[in-house]
């Protein structure tokens, strides 16, 4: 088995970092540079802040120097949470070579904060618990470039070595889903160990096997499209071009026809459209700019 990180004890101070304006650049853009750095946006008046702080802030120690933390007090830098697009806290990013690459809002159970923590690290070229950060990354890069079968075995594999690997677990449902067989997708979650079930990861892939099927049973774009130019008040016809157009690839475009049918009738179809969204959102990564700003302009008709 193999241990986080190089081996070495790192001083808790060098690790973890009260970060303000001032500090930012230099201990995560440019900390960044060599390790990933965690990024913790809290308050003191927020409760959940108070159990998922601790929670990190262990998980990076166990890390031993394989990534850092920076804690960032959003009352007293709102700046840079501006910047970020904070809009609830706790929210938590990963930054790796001075860039985020990946992140959550909310507290979370410690197995999946660890899931988290071990995710960043492998991303930085670091080694997770067991070694098997480096078989989830070429599982991940087979199934990228098409080999789904390879990709499938490598996370049967792992999770037959880590039972209770969400990662793999996802991993796994995503080949299916790459392979168009949802119910098998949906039968790989369905196995998923009671304790795991809620992470992040596996939310992400039920998101994605629900818009999987609704590709499925898709109408044609361009029809559609014309349905709702013809009349713009045909939500039913809006909300199917909705989902045609991420069919076709084109999430950005099909977020946009959703926050204008929410615009129009927001309660319209029990709120069909803000629950869309979300399964749009859920499904791509936090940091994905199209979920960035989606969930930004919803937040703005939201509280207008």
């Known amino acids: 088995m193999f241990e986080l990180g190089q081996g070495g004890e790192v001083p808790a101070a060098d690790l973890i970092k009260d970060v303000s304006e001032a500090t930012f650049m230099q201990d995560v853009v440019e900390a960044s540079q060599e390790v990933p750095v965690i990024v913790d946006f809290w308050a003191p008046w927020c409760g959940p802040c108070k159990t998922l702080g601790p929670a990190l802030e262990a998980a990076v120690t166990k890390a031993k120097g394989a990534v850092k933390m920076a804690k960032v007090n959003v009352d007293e830098n709102q700046m840079i949470a501006g910047q970020m697009r904070v809009q609830s806290i706790p929210t938590v990013f990963a930054f790796y070579k001075g860039q985020p690459i990946d992140g959550f809002q909310g507290a979370l159970p410690p197995s999946e904060i660890d899931e988290f923590v071990n995710r960043v690290v492998a991303q930085g070229g670091g080694e997770a618990d067991g070694g098997l950060a480096d078989a989830l990354e070429a599982a991940e890069e087979m199934l990228e470039q098409g080999a789904v079968t390879d990709a499938a075995q490598t996370f049967a594999a792992i999770i037959g070595e880590d039972p209770n690997n969400a990662v793999a677990f996802a991993g796994l449902a995503r080949c299916h889903i790459a392979l168009d067989n949802a119910d098998e997708a949906e039968a790989v979650l369905n196995g998923v160990p009671a304790e795991i079930s809620d992470a992040a990861e596996l939310e992400a892939v039920r998101a994605q096997i629900e818009l999987a099927r609704q ?21 039913q016809a809006r909300l199917d071009l909705a989902q045609a157009l991420h069919a076709a690839g084109d999430a950005e475009a099909a977020v946009d026809e959703l926050l204008e049918l929410f615009r129009r009738d927001r309660e319209w179809n029990e709120g069909a459209a803000k629950a869309q969204l979300f399964t749009i959102f859920d499904a791509l990564k936090p940091e994905d700019p199209v979920v960035l700003n989606g969930r930004r302009r919803l937040s703005s008709m939201i509280f207008a």
Request: glycine fraction near 10%; proline fraction near 5%; aromatic fraction near 0%.
């Open 215 to 235: 590709a499925a049973n898709a109408g044609p774009v361009a029809e559609l499209r014309a349905a709702v130019d013809a009349d713009g008040d045909n939500h």
